[in-house]
């Protein structure tokens, strides 16, 4: 539709008719486009198998309505409206305080629910199969240190701490399959898969599916985690665990080797000080580095706690939020949730998410969109909901190799499947490390390393190129180790490298 407008140099504006007439077109053509994707969901539940019906409906009814809140939601924020944090928002995680008793700490302990998020595949690490069964120290997986952590809690107190694993369905048979190996560990598993909700054709916006009796997996996509809340209700667990008395819930990503059960956050949402409500919500923050800029944050927007993902900011202001000094902390994606209160706000429909966009390319050539939510972003769906600023040791994620270095190197020393800073490092912070194409495979970053190198004095390490380390290597301060196009650089075994630049034709040099 053409529009009129009126140059002012290099201005242009419109009038409020037109305005108005361009909001009434887009409104018209969203409530368009709900209409016809409501006729292809239900052309689409006539060629669902009779056993599975019910399951599609209730899957297909969650998906229309997230559908629903994309056309109508903003894509950024108004920047205006963020206000500053209210006093008391984020909470310091030294105000807490600690509990000793240990009938005390058994009894809130019997209050819990460990939710880990299991949806992942390793594919990005070239691992194949759930991102959980990939080796991080001493051949033990992230299912086992997991496993271990939480039979050393229910032996320790006497407690019977559940853990739930939210699987996706590119991560439920494997994982069931792994699941049993771990017959005689002494921790109550329970799994759930999460919804798979169609992919949509970026052009026409409708499903690429044509049929749900079949098993095509590339027509279909785990809708993020914020669909956490939806599924652990669908599942049944969500009132099963309320009839057992459990009152809250720890829920974060099974590859954040940092996320344990944490029993002055526990004693905190259970037992408040006397001035407060306990808080149906707690996210725990953590302060931004320059490697987490692009880390979403919480800030006060409506007159309710928000978090605000980089997605949601308008351009001209993306160099604002990833400033350290505005905004300082960001989420760690440990977040503890009241189950009553979820069952509320999944049963009343008041669960507010924004939608994230996830473009994808598919190997048949085709332009798709995901849908997906962010577990976190239900903050502003709880009452009383607060952040607590942890210590950095809180997070440990795995995403690539370069993280896999740190963990799997003497920084961390390892007990009952927890992993703690080494009291050897003369310094808390954990070093920057930056690991070239060559080792972006796990496979491939195992064999360049004949042993892991001893990171405890290290500050920044970036590699690049052809490059191999040899047994008992010592990396110190600032390295930077860089293999021109065609030259290999082999590090000897036993070699001490402090301050150094390893260039392409092997020269050492004093930083």
Request: glycine share 6%; aromatic share 8%; charged share 25%.
């Amino acid at each position: 539709m053409a529009q009129r407008h009126v140059s002012v140099g290099c201005f242009s504006t419109f009038s409020e008719a037109e305005a108005k007439s361009s909001e009434e077109w887009k409104t018209s053509t969203k409530s368009e486009a709900l209409s016809i994707m409501e006729g292809e969901l239900a052309s689409l539940l006539n060629t669902s198998p009779d056993a599975k019906l019910d399951h599609y409906k209730m899957e297909l009814s969650g998906f229309r309505n997230l559908f629903a809140r994309f056309l109508r939601a903003k894509p950024t924020v108004d920047w205006s409206k963020i206000e500053p944090l209210p006093e008391g928002a984020i909470r310091p995680y030294k105000s807490l305080g600690t509990v000793s008793a240990k009938d005390i700490i058994a009894a809130q302990l019997r209050k819990l629910v460990v939710v880990k998020l299991n949806g992942g595949l390793g594919t990005s690490m070239g691992c194949k199969g759930p991102k959980s069964v990939i080796s991080v120290r001493n051949d033990l997986t992230f299912l086992d240190l997991t496993m271990q952590q939480i039979q050393t809690l229910n032996k320790t107190y006497g407690v019977d701490v559940p853990l739930v694993l939210m699987n996706s369905f590119n991560t439920n048979e494997d994982t069931s399959k792994v699941l049993k190996k771990y017959s005689n560990v002494k921790v109550s598993v329970h799994t759930f898969s999460q919804s798979q909700y169609p992919r949509i054709n970026r052009e026409t916006l409708l499903p690429i599916v044509k049929s749900l009796d079949g098993d095509d997996n590339e027509c279909w996509y785990p809708p993020g985690h914020g669909n956490f809340y939806e599924a652990f209700h669908n599942s049944g667990l969500l009132d099963k665990f309320i009839a057992d008395g459990k009152e809250y819930c720890f829920l974060s990503n099974i590859d954040n080797m940092g996320a344990t059960v944490d029993l002055s956050i526990l004693n905190f949402v259970l037992n408040p000080q006397a001035e407060q409500e306990a808080p149906e919500f707690l996210m725990e923050v953590t302060d931004k580095t320059r490697a987490d800029v692009k880390g979403g944050t919480l800030i006060q927007y409506e007159g309710r706690l928000m978090l605000l993902e980089i997605a949601q900011v308008p351009k001209d202001y993306v160099d604002e939020f990833k400033s350290i000094s505005k905004f300082r902390i960001f989420n760690t994606n440990n977040l503890w949730a009241k189950l009553s209160a979820m069952k509320r706000v999944v049963t009343e429909n008041k669960l507010e998410m924004e939608v994230i966009v996830n473009p994808k390319h598919l190997d048949r050539g085709l332009d798709v969109i995901q849908l997906e939510t962010a577990a976190g972003a239900a903050i502003k769906s709880f009452r009383g909901a607060v952040g607590v600023n942890v210590p950095r040791s809180r997070f440990l994620p795995v995403k690539k190799t370069s993280d896999l270095l740190l963990l799997m190197s003497n920084l961390y020393d390892i007990d009952n499947g927890s992993l703690t800073l080494s009291h050897q490092r003369s310094f808390p912070t954990t070093p920057l490390v930056k690991l070239g194409s060559s080792f972006d495979k796990v496979k491939d970053y195992l064999g360049r390393f004949n042993g892991i190198p001893d990171l405890l004095e290290l500050d920044h390490l970036t590699v690049s190129g052809d490059v191999w380390f040899g047994k008992d290597v010592s990396l110190k301060g600032t390295v930077i180790i860089i293999a021109n196009h065609g030259d290999r650089i082999d590090i000897p075994p036993g070699s001490i490298l402090e301050n150094k630049i390893v260039s392409g034709n092997l020269r050492i040099l004093e930083h």
